[in-house]
Structure formats: C-alpha cells, structure tokens
C-alpha cells in the first residue's frame, strides 16, 4: 500500500468505513484524523485500505462538507460476538470536543456514538450502547445533573449493563465521581473518564483513556472509579476511587492522583492487563442500590489568614443548611472564626473541617484552636478530601434532616472516602 503521512485514506473495518488524513501512527498501526476532529487508530492488519488522495489534493478535501467523513455505518459493535455489555453515557467536556474554527474555542460536539464510532478499537472490548446526558463542559454541572447522571446510570445497570462509562469534563470529574460514589451501590463497574486535550490535538489523550476506561468497565472493580493517564506518556492508565481522586495539574495528561490512597490499580495500554494494588469491591459483592437526594445549599469556604468571620455568617444568614471548612495545615481557622461556628452548630448547621494541605488528616487536638473547634461543634473530617467533603455533606442533607444522624453519618465511612486511622 503505497501512501504516506498527509494522504487521504478510506480504511474499511467490519463493513464501516471510515475516512481521514493520515497521522504519524506506530509500526502495524495507521491512525486517521477524520473531518470530524477525531482521531482513529487502527491495526493494519484489521483493515482495508484505500488510497484516495495525495498530500496536496486534501486542500479541496477538507474545504468540503464534513458529513462525508463521518463513518457510512455507525452499528456500536462487532456482530456475531458474545462480548460485555457497557453502556457509555455522555456528558461533554474536552473528551466530546473539538476546536470550533469559528470562534477558535474548544467547545463540546462529540456524542457517545461518535466517540465508539472514532475509536473503533473500543469494538473489540465490548459491545457498546451510546446515550446522551447532555453536552456541557463540567463547569456547569450541579447536584441536580449528578442525579440526572446516577439515575441513566442506574437504568443502564438495571437494563442488563455489565459495566458503565461516563464521559466527563475533567474540571470537576472528581465531584460528579463522589457524587455517584455516594448515591449509587453498584454490582458493575461505572467508570468516569476525560480527557485533557481534545481530539483534534495530536498530543490527545482521549482515544487511551477511552480504550483503559473500557477495560476496566468490563473488569471485577465493582465501584466508582475514574481512569486517566498515569504518567505523561502512553503507557499505562490509573484507576482511582471516585471518592479519593483529584485532579492536580491544569494541563497535563497525568493531571488526576488518588490522594491519602494508592490507586485502585493500573491498566496498562498496549498490554491491557489491570495490576490492582488496594482492596476493591468486586462485581456481584453488592447489589444495586440507588440513594438519590443532594441538598444544594452548602459550601465550601477556603479559610485564609486574617479572613472575615462575617463569611459563615453570610451562609448561616442564606439558609444554608451544611458548611465545610477548608482550614490550614491540621484543619484550623483563625480563633475569630470559631463563635461563628458555634453559632451554625446551634442552628443545627453541620461543619465540617478539612485541610489546605489535602495530604494527611485532620487533628484539631494538638492546638488550642482546633480543641475550641471540637467544643464548638467542628466535625474533624479526617483525610476526606474538601470536595468530597462538600458533595458527601449535600449528599447526607439529601438522605437526612435529622441533625445527630447526619453528624454520625459524616462521621462514618461510607463509601471509601475516609480511611481508618490506625494511630488514634
Ligand atoms: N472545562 C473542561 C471541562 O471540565 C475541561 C476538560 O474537560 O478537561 O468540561
């Protein structure tokens, strides 16, 4: 086959067809862009190839209309295969996006289907159900959408989905993934997965992250779980617990860490194999179980030196029924600070104190000041992370108005997002 990095291609697999210029691709492998934004990979030997066009004639090519380029057949698997079956749910978010040339700003277009129908790799895994939550960049989602979420996510599982993956906005993967880590007890798999560039850049991450995530939908790791690109290179993906993970880095591939946790494990890309490194919950181990209700008015207030303690009582003044308290090092806030948070626990205001450092846990016993939290009603939040915080107090408001029972639940592990001290 004689064509070279530039030409425009026609590549047929399994009866679709597929068209794009062709990308610089590692040995055995050709890897397409298509008019669409999305990159496609493909294995040599898998596939037809057709020559169309040289380097210089794609001037044309691409100045036509973009449905053209768009795969002919877009069936979700391969037939005749007993494969799992996976739901793949999209929201939006870089991993649906692409530079929209008229503003020159990334902007979400891509569906579920055009995803499965970008990366056909993702056939050879499992068989492929696409649906629509919406497509937004996950700055604009709120405790309303991760309900909406949990619920397609639990009909998907009720209707025979033997794992489930949720394309999100990195931004806030992290609140949606405890979000559906405290609403959902799943039998399966649900996987939450992004990317940090989108499809149209070389350097993209999608297609892995896509193709980890689906190995993992199809493995026994029966919990929320977000996977994303380990290291900066294309080797291996890590499986973090929807309620320990972070995104860390604004731009880097290797952006989302577990924190105060290992990984659940690794998934290695060209070898697909899962290394796990921490207990998990495996499929069957529960059955499903569906805990929807978020109440919306609490915040997060980031404490900082010389802060005004008129900030709690704005919140306490709005209504707000939960507060957590990112505080310094060991979880504290200035002494002006601690009658306010006396003033929420008398009116039946949970508090919760969590650290700046997100490393480590909360100890408000050491110092004076976090002992004058403890009497004024502060809840040590332990080594939560302050998001997760956040999402768990909406979450336990939503299943509780009983004061002393959300305090005990706050307290209480529930889904992965406290570890047990073993030095108190
Ligand atoms: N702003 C985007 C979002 O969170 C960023 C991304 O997806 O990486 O939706």
Known sequence: MEFKQGDWVRIEKNGTVYEGKVMPSMEGYITIKMKSGYNAGFSMDKVRITFLENNEGNANRVRNSCRECRPVKEELSEPGKKLPKIAILSTGGTIASKIDYRTGAVTSQFTADDILAAIPELREIADFKGRVISSILSENMDSESWQNLARAVVEEIEAGADGVIVTHGTDTMMYTAAALSFMIETPVPIVLVGSQ?????????????????????????????????????????????????????????????????????????????????????????????????????????KFTPGADPAVLDYYIGKGYKGLVLEGTGLGHVSTKWIPLIQKATDAKIPVISTSQCLNGRICDRVYDTGRDMIKAGSIEGEDILPETALVKLMWVLGQTSEFDTAVKMLREDISGEITACTQK
Do not use: Q, W
């Not at 070389?202 to 995530?213: G, L, R």
């Not at 977000?226 to 880097?252: A, W």
């Not at 181990?285 to 978020?294: D, R, T, V």
């Open 197 to 301: 560039r989108s499809a149209d850049r070389p350097s993209s991450d999608n297609a892995m992250n896509a193709i980890c995530a689906a190995l993992v939908a199809i493995s026994d790791i029966a919990e929320v779980s977000v996977v994303m690109h380990g290291t900066s290179s294309d080797n291996f993906c890590e499986i973090h617990r929807g309620t320990k993970v972070r995104k860390m880095h604004t731009s880097r591939r290797d952006a989302f860490k577990s924190v105060n946790s290992f990984p659940i494990g690794i998934v290695g890309y060209s070898t697909r194999e899962i290394e796990t490194y921490i207990e998990y919950t495996g499929r069957g181990e529960k059955s499903l179980k569906f805990k929807p209700g978020m109440e919306p008015k609490c915040a997060l207030v």
